[in-house]
C-alpha cells in the first residue's frame, strides 16, 4: 500500500534551533501535502496545505515565518520549524493525497521537544 | 465551517465484544469520510474510506458506515481483540475546503 515516510521520527534541541522535518511519498506522486500539529490527547489540527511547486496555505493562526513549507517535487514536502521554543513542542503529522477523492496518507510523525 | 464530534471520547470493553463507534459532522457536503487508527505517540494508519456516493465499507472485521442525510458515521469492529485498542479517528473531507476534518478521537481499550 502506498507510504509516506517521515523524518525524523524525534528531535530535542535547544531553544532558538531551527529544525527541518522531511516528508515523502514513498510509491506515489502526492500533488498535495499536509502538515498537522497534534497536542496531547487532542486530535489533529491543519497546519497549512501545500502543492507541489506553489506556496503554501496556511491555517488561520499558523505563522507562515514560523512554520516554512516547501513542496519542491511530487514526492517530497518539508517543514522547517524556525528559532523554535518551548511552546512549539509538539507531535508533527505530515500527510500526502495522490488525487482529489483519495485516500490520505499518513507518515509516523515527529516528536519536537525544545528544551 | 465542518465541525466533526466523535462519541464516546473513550471506551473499554472485554476481548471478544462487537462494539460500535460514533462519528457526527456538521456539514453533510462531503467528499468522503475516512476511519484512521492511531496507536501511542505514532502516525495514523488508514482503515476505511467512504466516498459520498457509498453506504458502506468493509475490510475483515471492520465495518463502516456513512449516512450524508443526517451526518452520521460509525465504525463496527467485530469480535474485538486486545490488539484492536488504539485510539479512532475519524475525519471528513469536504470538496469545498479540500481538507479533511478530525473529529477529537475514541480512545479504545480492549481487556484480554
Known amino acids: 500500500g502506498a507510504v509516506v515516510s517521515q523524518h525524523p521520527s524525534r528531535v530535542i534541541c535547544k531553544s532558538g534551533t531551527s529544525v527541518k522535518i522531511e516528508c515523502r511519498s514513498l510509491?506515489?506522486?502526492?500533488?498535495?501535502m499536509f502538515w498537522y500539529r497534534q497536542f496531547p490527547k487532542q486530535s489533529l489540527m491543519l497546519m497549512a496545505t501545500?502543492?507541489?511547486?506553489?506556496?503554501?496555505?496556511?491555517e488561520q493562526g499558523v505563522e507562515k515565518d514560523k512554520f516554512l513549507i516547501n513542496h519542491a517535487s511530487l514526492t517530497l514536502s518539508t517543514l522547517t520549524v524556525t528559532s523554535a521554543h518551548p511552546e512549539d513542542s509538539s507531535f508533527y503529522i505530515c500527510?500526502?493525497?495522490?488525487?482529489?477523492?483519495?485516500?490520505?496518507?499518513f507518515g509516523d510523525g515527529t516528536r519536537l521537544s525544545i528544551l | 465551517k465542518q465541525e466533526v464530534t466523535q462519541i464516546p471520547a473513550a471506551l473499554s470493553v472485554p476481548e471478544g465484544e462487537n462494539l460500535v463507534l460514533n462519528c457526527s459532522f456538521t456539514?453533510?457536503?462531503?467528499?468522503?469520510l475516512q476511519w484512521f487508527r492511531q496507536d501511542p505517540g505514532k502516525g495514523l494508519t488508514s482503515l476505511l474510506l467512504?466516498?459520498?456516493?457509498?453506504r458502506e465499507q468493509t475490510s475483515g472485521r471492520l465495518n463502516a458506515s456513512l449516512d450524508k442525510s443526517s451526518g452520521r458515521s460509525t465504525l463496527y469492529i467485530a469480535a474485538s481483540q486486545p490488539g484492536d485498542s488504539a485510539t479512532y479517528l475519524c475525519?471528513?473531507?469536504?470538496?469545498?475546503?479540500?481538507?479533511?476534518?478530525f473529529g477529537s478521537g475514541t480512545q479504545l481499550t480492549v481487556l484480554p
Open positions: 456539514d453533510s457536503a462531503i467528499y468522503n
Open positions: 510509491d506515489f506522486q502526492a500533488t498535495t
Open positions: 501545500s502543492n507541489e511547486g506553489s506556496k503554501a496555505t496556511y
Open positions: 475525519a471528513a473531507y469536504s470538496g469545498s475546503a479540500r481538507q479533511l476534518t
Open positions: 467512504i466516498q459520498s456516493s457509498q
Open positions: 500527510s500526502a493525497i495522490e488525487g482529489l477523492g483519495q485516500p490520505q496518507h
